[in-house]
């Protein structure tokens, strides 16, 4: 499988991951043999090597990053011309019922490199300026929703622990 370069050009930032745990977490290795190991567990079984394409995994999806919690982030291979949405599923539901999150993997790039940066070795993340940009974000879907309540979630847990 040849990768776009629309895909390479998302897998070469440097994304930092942030403290929302909903957004991307793990990506694949910037090329082919990375991206395709990158798919274990999605569009087959990694221990049997067993394909999931056809039966629960869709031919045309592939996972583009996944979250803290494993929950992928995909493209359709077929969505070229419409510059590669995204979309988002938790997983552990026993059926895969993928919504579009973002209406290109551009828009989806340029979300992740808006959020504000912490170096959180070095620096406590500022949530309150994290809830600030989500809540001014001029995008406003279920997924930007579910991130700003993740986020008054950890406000909350941190003036409980003050």
């Known amino acids: 499988m040849d990768l776009d370069k629309t895909i390479i050009s998302f897998l070469e930032e ?17 090329n082919e043999k990375g991206f395709l190991t990158f798919q274990a567990g999605y569009r087959y079984n990694s221990v049997t090597m067993e394909s999931l394409v056809g ?20 493209f359709n291979i077929q969505e070229k011309d419409k510059g ?5 599923c938790e997983h552990g539901g026993g059926k895969w019922n993928f919504r579009k999150v973002f209406d290109s993997i551009e828009t ?17 993340v500022n949530y309150n300026e994290l809830l600030a940009f989500l809540n ?9 929703v579910e991130c700003i309540e993740e986020v008054k979630e950890s406000i909350r847990f941190e003036n409980e622990e003050l």
């Open 84 to 88: 590669y949405p995204i979309y988002y």
């Open 55 to 74: 039966t629960i995994w869709d031919e045309d999806l592939y996972v583009i990053c996944s979250n803290y919690y494993s929950d992928p982030f995909v």
């Open 108 to 124: 989806f790039k340029e979300f992740i490199m808006a959020l504000p940066k912490y170096d959180i070795e070095e620096e406590d």
């Open 14 to 30: 440097k994304i930092i991951n942030y403290e929302i745990t909903i957004l991307p977490h793990s990506y694949p290795q910037n």
């Open 136 to 144: 001014n974000y001029h995008l406003k879907n279920d997924f930007i």
